[in-house]
């Protein structure tokens, strides 16, 4: 990310401002992340394994992020439900 605001490589798509570059992050619940997903996912997990040396993390950035989306959805899921009693039996939240 470093290199992308110093050298002005933003890709397409997306806004900088100050020190910061918003890319849009599409993620399907079921299908492919789109192409600046993955690249920026790529690009966070390059850094944090030149911080850490743990070539693991990239593959544990998206494990999270996908966690994320699911957990996300099943409470996007569960705000639709109605309230009552007999449901707090099945989920325990």
Not at 14 to 19: E, G, I, T
Request: aromatic share 8%.
């Amino acid at each position: 990310m470093a290199g992308l605001c110093e050298g002005g490589n933003e890709p397409p798509g997306s806004l900088k401002a100050n020190n910061y570059i918003f890319v849009p992050f599409a993620v399907e619940t079921f299908g492919p992340w789109s192409h600046d997903a993955k690249v920026l996912a790529s690009q966070i997990g390059q850094i944090l394994i030149s911080i850490t040396g743990d070539r693991r993390c990239a593959i544990y950035l998206r494990q999270r992020l996908s966690i994320a989306v699911q957990r996300g959805n099943a409470m996007r899921v569960l705000g639709t439900l109605p309230e009552s009693s007999p449901l707090n039996e099945l989920f325990l939240f």
